[in-house]
C-alpha cells in the first residue's frame, strides 16, 4: 500500500507539473504575433526581401533598423513594422527542445523516492522560470528597440517637415522680393513714359518689358500655388503617420505591461509551488 500511495503521488505530481509548463509556455506566446493579413502580398514581399538583404550586408549579426527596412523596400511605415515584427520571429534563433523525462533517482522506492523527485521537479520548476523569464526579456528588448527606431524616424520626418517649412519660406521671400522688382520695374516704366511721350520705339520696349515681368510673376505665383499644394499634403501625410506611430508605440507599451504582468504571476504561482509541503510529509500524513 505504501509503494502503490507513492505512484499515485508521483502521477500527480508529474501532471501538475506537465499543465504548469504548458501554462508558461502559452503565456510567453499568447500576445507575440501580430497577422498581416490585410497587406498585399506583393508588399510583403517586398519588406521581407529587403530585410534579408540588410541582415546578410550585417552579417547575419544584428537584424536590420525597420527605418532602414522602409528607405530600401519603399514603403509606408506602419507595414514594415507589422511585418518586420513576423520577420524577426521567424529570424530569432531557436532555443533547442529538450524532452524531460523522469530522474533515474526517481525509480527508488521509499523516502527517499518522494524527497528525490521533489527536489528534481522544483529544479525543473525554476528551470522553466528561468527560460520563461528570458524569453520575455527578449521580447521587452525587442518591443524597446522597436519603439526606439519607431520615435527615430518620427523625430526623422519631423526634420523633414522643418526644412520643407524652411524652403517654402525662402521661397515665398524671393516671390516677395520678385514682386518688389517688379513694382519698381513698372515705376520706372511709368516715368520713362511720361518723359519719353513722343519716343514710340522707347515706349513699345518698356511695355514689352513690362508684359514679359508680368508673365514671369504670372509664373511664379502660379508655382507658388503648387509648392504650397504639394508641401500642405506632404504636412498632412507626415501628420497621419506620425499618429499612426503614436498609436503603435501605445499599443507596444500596453503589450510590455501585459507581458509584465503575466511573467509576475508566473513568478507568484512558482513561488506558491516551491513553499508547500513536501511529498514525504504527505505520504506520511496519509499512512497514519
Not at 522680393?177 to 519698381?184: D, F, G, I, L, T
Not at 516551491?274 to 499512512?287: G, I, M
Request: net charge negative; charged share 25%.
Amino acid at each position: 500500500m505504501q509503494k502503490i500511495a507513492d505512484i499515485l503521488i508521483t502521477i500527480e505530481i508529474s501532471q501538475v507539473l506537465a499543465i504548469t509548463t504548458a501554462q508558461t509556455d502559452g503565456c510567453i506566446d499568447e500576445n507575440i504575433m501580430t497577422t498581416n493579413d490585410d497587406i498585399a502580398p506583393d508588399i510583403v514581399s517586398r519588406i521581407n526581401d529587403a530585410a534579408d538583404q540588410l541582415f546578410a550586408e550585417a552579417g547575419r549579426v544584428v537584424f536590420p533598423n525597420v527605418d532602414a527596412v522602409r528607405r530600401r523596400a519603399h514603403v509606408n511605415m506602419n507595414y514594415v513594422t507589422l511585418v518586420m515584427r513576423q520577420w524577426r520571429q521567424q529570424h530569432k534563433p531557436q532555443p533547442p527542445i529538450t524532452e524531460e523525462s523522469l530522474p533515474e533517482t526517481l525509480r527508488h522506492a521509499g523516502s527517499q523516492l518522494l524527497a528525490s523527485f521533489w527536489r528534481e521537479a522544483n529544479a525543473i520548476g525554476q528551470a522553466h522560470l528561468a527560460s520563461a523569464t528570458s524569453t520575455w526579456e527578449e521580447e521587452k528588448k525587442e518591443l524597446e528597440d522597436l519603439q526606439a527606431q519607431l520615435a527615430a524616424a518620427v523625430d526623422g520626418q519631423a526634420a523633414e517637415l522643418r526644412e520643407a517649412s524652411t524652403a517654402l519660406t525662402q521661397m515665398r521671400t524671393q516671390l516677395t522680393e520678385a514682386a518688389a522688382v517688379q513694382h519698381r520695374l513698372e515705376q520706372r516704366a511709368v516715368t520713362a513714359e511720361s518723359e519719353c511721350q513722343g519716343n514710340a520705339r522707347v515706349l513699345h520696349q518698356a511695355q514689352q518689358e513690362i508684359q514679359e515681368l508680368r508673365s514671369l510673376l504670372r509664373a511664379a505665383q502660379t508655382t507658388q500655388e503648387r509648392l504650397t499644394q504639394q508641401l500642405q499634403e506632404q504636412l498632412t501625410t507626415h501628420a497621419a503617420t506620425a499618429e499612426r506611430h503614436m498609436a503603435e508605440q501605445t499599443r507596444y507599451a500596453e503589450q510590455l505591461g501585459q507581458l509584465k504582468e503575466e511573467a509576475s504571476q508566473l513568478r507568484q504561482r512558482l513561488a506558491d509551488k516551491t513553499v508547500e509541503p513536501s511529498p514525504k510529509a504527505a505520504v506520511q500524513k496519509r499512512a497514519r
